[in-house]
């Protein structure tokens, strides 16, 4: 049973004993064999050393882009990611209230993106941003988005009960914030109660864009006023 | 004295002079078809158990997140019929489809909450495919189609790895296949057999399309048509049907039955099965023990694995072309 591993795999292709290996993402369990679920390249992660556990095998949605060829090939697919409890995401405030702020979530960042040297598994992540910090772009696609929601008590970890989400956050803000329940059928719910999550890049009221100076502030390099927000942590 | 319209009267433009609203076919004179004679009418040069050539590819269009384009080969009959023209009317009809899939995306507001991908199938007709014009809303073989694709695939996806989420899959039926050669009138045994390779093809497609999305699925699942057919060219009418795989209705002068499934090889389950005719009346050939039944089952099966290997060579294509960029 040494038969080496496929370097790519298609739907349905059999990749191995379920014990001889642990089942990852991209694969399923039938009859205890491993078959793949998407098409990939199939990647074996090993398993820690010192356990007992069995090695994970698993089909990535990622396409190893070359590096060389990175910045010119376009054959980089989009392809879609879900939200899930934990996972971080980018998401653009669409409306403020008393208790609660909405955003619509812009792209969720796994493990392989949060490195920069790898392309990211969904869009350029820059180009991203940049189209969904200018205001020309809100609200038309939204529809298309998943929905999420920031509760007031989900700010920040220390005094919740202060929390007033207008200082908090403005409609057109780009948060980074991580998933805790995937929620009712409309809306996902989302956490900024640590330091690197919150506001990662804003506009005044005056329209240009801000530079974080503490936790809650931010300033405008232009007119030199100063909003608040509930910062991120810059890297 | 006036008279009322009738709901048919209503329901027509009458401030215009319209063209007639089924569309005109070229008249075909009996005259001809006697001097054609037999000749004029495609002959099926396969072998009963070899399938037509197909062609699939995945990924042409960008904007969706998964696309696939498939097209049937024709028969030899249309080269045939295009260098040594006897008619203006070609003999026989391909099939072109191409399908997409959008999403995963959000499911609309008014929704409930799904923890399983949703999954929204069309099939429509593009205007010109059919020799019969069809119209801008979908029809009812149009629903029909779309319902069993949609039953093809839902076997076949892992739903529960999608929560809250939908994929709309929509396939343009650019050319289809005809029920009957073009100058046969309907008889006993006629029925929409084109929508049985229409749909084989369309169940192929789609599921070439959710690969290249990026859904995941339990397997690639293929469709295949076997067919029970009598041609009476031998005279002798009391012959045992026999059994085609990927049968061309327009290559055939009478077809009892036929069957499509959708068909994961590597489970070896099929998710979906249609069949059409009075199966159950016909008798094999002497020493087929199998019921008509299960002969055409195991037949459509046999074509669908043909289909897979296809299907599966176009998903591994489309991929190693990405991972390994030219």
Redesign the interface.
């Known amino acids: 049973m040494t038969t080496p591993l496929p370097q790519?795999a298609?739907?349905?292709?059999?990749l191995g004993s379920a014990s001889k290996y642990t089942a990852g993402p991209?694969t399923?369990i039938?009859q205890s064999n491993i078959?793949a679920?998407?098409?990939?390249?199939v990647i074996l992660d090993p398993a820690q050393p010192n356990t007992q556990t069995k090695s994970t095998l698993r089909v990535s949605?990622t396409?190893?882009?070359?590096p060389h060829?990175a910045s010119t090939?376009k054959?980089k697919?989009?392809?879609?990611t879900?939200p899930a409890v934990n996972s971080i995401v980018l998401a653009r405030v669409t409306r403020v209230q008393k208790r609660q702020a909405t955003v619509s979530i812009l792209v969720v960042l796994d493990e392989d993106s949060l490195d920069p040297a790898q392309t990211s598994d969904n869009d350029n992540i820059a180009s991203i941003l940049t189209s969904a910090a200018n205001p020309e772009n809100h609200s038309t696609t939204d529809?298309?988005?998943?929905?999420a929601l920031i509760r007031k008590e989900d700010v920040r970890a220390v005094e919740k009960d202060r929390v007033v989400m207008d200082e908090m956050f403005r409609v057109g803000d780009i948060v980074r914030g991580s998933v805790i329940s995937?929620g009712?059928?409309?809306f996902y719910y989302i956490t900024t109660s640590r330091n690197d999550l919150g506001v990662v890049m804003a506009r005044s009221e005056g329209g240009n864009m801000m530079f974080p100076v503490s936790w809650k502030e931010m300033r405008d390099p232009i007119t030199n006023a100063s909003e608040l927000r509930k910062v991120a942590r810059p890297y | 004295m006036l008279e009322l319209p009738t709901i048919q009267d209503t329901m027509n433009d009458r401030r215009r002079i319209n063209g007639p609203a089924e569309g005109t076919r070229p008249p075909v004179y009996a005259s001809h078809l006697k001097s054609g004679g037999a000749t004029d009418r495609a002959q099926r040069q396969r072998e009963p158990t070899d399938l037509r050539k197909i062609f699939l590819k995945t990924?042409l269009i960008p904007s969706a997140?998964g696309s696939s384009y498939l097209e049937f080969a024709p028969s030899s009959s249309l080269a045939n019929a295009r260098s040594n023209p006897k008619s203006l009317i070609p003999p026989s009809s391909a099939l072109k489809l191409s399908c997409t899939v959008h999403?995963?995306?959000?499911?609309p507001?008014s929704?409930?909450?799904?923890p399983n991908l949703v999954l929204t199938t069309h099939v429509k007709y593009a205007p010109f495919a059919a020799r019969k014009r069809k119209g801008h809303i979908r029809d009812a073989s149009e629903r029909d189609l779309g319902v069993h694709l949609e039953t093809a695939l839902r076997g076949a996806i892992?739903a529960e790895?999608?929560?809250?989420?939908g994929i709309d899959l929509t396939i343009t039926i650019l050319e289809a296949e005809d029920d009957r050669w073009w100058a046969d009138a309907p008889d006993l045994h006629d029925a929409s057999w084109g929508m049985m390779n229409v749909l084989a093809g369309c169940i192929t497609a789609a599921s070439a399309a959710i690969?290249?999305?990026?859904?995941?699925?339990?397997?690639?699942v293929s469709g295949g048509v076997a067919a029970l057919v009598s041609d009476d060219s031998t005279e002798d009418s009391a012959a045992a049907p026999r059994l085609m795989l990927d049968a061309d209705p327009a290559e055939h002068r009478s077809i009892m039955a036929a069957c499509v499934v959708a068909y994961?090889?590597?489970?070896d389950e099929i998710t979906e099965l249609w069949l059409k005719g009075e199966s159950s009346k016909i008798a094999l050939e002497k020493g087929d023990q199998r019921s008509a039944h299960e002969a055409l089952i195991d037949g459509a099966v046999d074509a669908a694995r043909g289909a897979h290997s296809v299907l599966?060579e176009a998903?591994?294509e489309?991929?190693?072309?990405?991972?390994t960029?030219l």
């Not at chain 1, 298609?10 to 059999?14: A, H, L």
């Not at chain 1, 679920?37 to 390249?41: R, W």
């Not at chain 1, 697919?77 to 879609?80: E, Q, T």
């Open positions: 790519v298609i739907p349905g292709q059999c991209g399923h039938q078959y679920s998407i098409a990939g390249p949605r396409i190893p882009a070359k060829l090939s054959l697919d989009r392809y879609n879900l529809e298309l988005r998943f929905q995937l009712d059928q409309s | 990924g997140s999403g995963p995306k959000p499911l507001r929704a409930a909450f799904s892992i790895r999608w929560p809250k989420s690969a290249d999305a990026h859904i995941d699925c339990l397997d690639l994961m090889p590597a489970r599966s998903v591994r489309t991929m190693l072309r990405a991972v960029p």
